[in-house]
């Protein structure tokens, strides 16, 4: 079935850098892909949701300047953490929406940020 | 905004056992509701989804039903095995048509613990 996939799986970076997540469909198009923010034992909370070539749309209160959103690609988008800090730890989820029946979720990426 | 409500937090059953988790809505407007399971680490995988046109809909042990009125619908799980251990989250979305799944909103989960 389709996958999509995530990278990298974890991550550990120091207090005021950058770091970049990448969501792959590997066998689909996504003209859609959603990015979710899970912390631990809670729900997931939708980010923002972004399609090919477009300028993503972030949900109330989510930081434009600080979550970076690319959907440069049908197969390729990336949420970039831009100086980050410790409450941005979390585990962040793509999920991507292509046609008729199709919606798969990422594995994930845990970021920890010291 | 669409809200969604999901009971009860942890369900406890032994093996062998059904298990009911139960979710309402607040927007009638909603018209795609999916039901995903999630273990400790990874991304939700979905197990099953229901659409509004649909009243129950059922794959193997699993079996979601939804009653538009009372906006409410349910997952059920028979003969539960101790791999069903997982969290459980509803969603729903009022944007499916076509080739749209939407923006889904979700639960706040379950946590499923079957013992042997």
């Known amino acids: 079935g389709a996958v999509v996939s995530q990278h990298p799986s974890w991550v550990i970076c120091k207090s005021g850098t950058s770091v970049k997540i990448e969501c792959r469909s590997l066998d689909f198009q996504a003209t859609t892909m959603f990015w979710y923010r899970q912390f631990p034992k809670q729900s997931l909370m939708l980010m923002a949701t972004?399609?090919?070539?477009?300028?993503?749309?972030?949900e109330q209160g989510v930081e434009k300047d600080k979550f970076l959103i690319n959907h440069a690609s049908l197969t390729l988008s990336t949420l970039t953490v831009t100086s980050a800090h410790p409450e941005d730890s979390s585990f962040y989820i793509c999920?991507?929406?292509?046609?008729?029946?199709?919606?798969?979720f990422g594995p994930g990426t845990r970021l920890t940020v010291l | 905004g669409e809200n969604v409500e999901q009971h009860p937090s942890t369900l406890s059953v032994q093996e062998g056992d059904s298990a009911v988790i139960k979710c309402t809505y607040s927007?009638?407007?909603?018209?795609?509701f999916p039901w995903y399971k999630q273990e400790l680490g990874k991304g939700p995988q979905l197990i099953i989804d229901?659409?509004?046109?649909?009243g129950e809909k059922k794959d193997q042990r699993i079996a979601v039903t939804l009653n538009k009125t009372a906006k409410h619908f349910s997952l059920h799980i028979t003969e539960t095995q101790p791999e069903d251990s997982a969290v459980y989250f509803c969603?729903?979305?009022?944007?499916?048509?076509?080739?749209?799944?939407?923006?889904?909103?979700f639960g706040q989960g379950t946590i499923l613990t079957v013992h042997p």
């Open positions: 969603a729903a979305s009022t944007g499916a048509g076509g080739t749209s799944y939407g923006k889904l909103t």
């Open positions: 927007d009638s407007a909603s018209n795609y």
């Open positions: 972004s399609n090919e070539g477009s300028k993503a749309t972030y």
């Open positions: 229901i659409r509004s046109n649909v």
């Open positions: 999920r991507g929406q292509g046609g008729a029946d199709t919606q798969y």
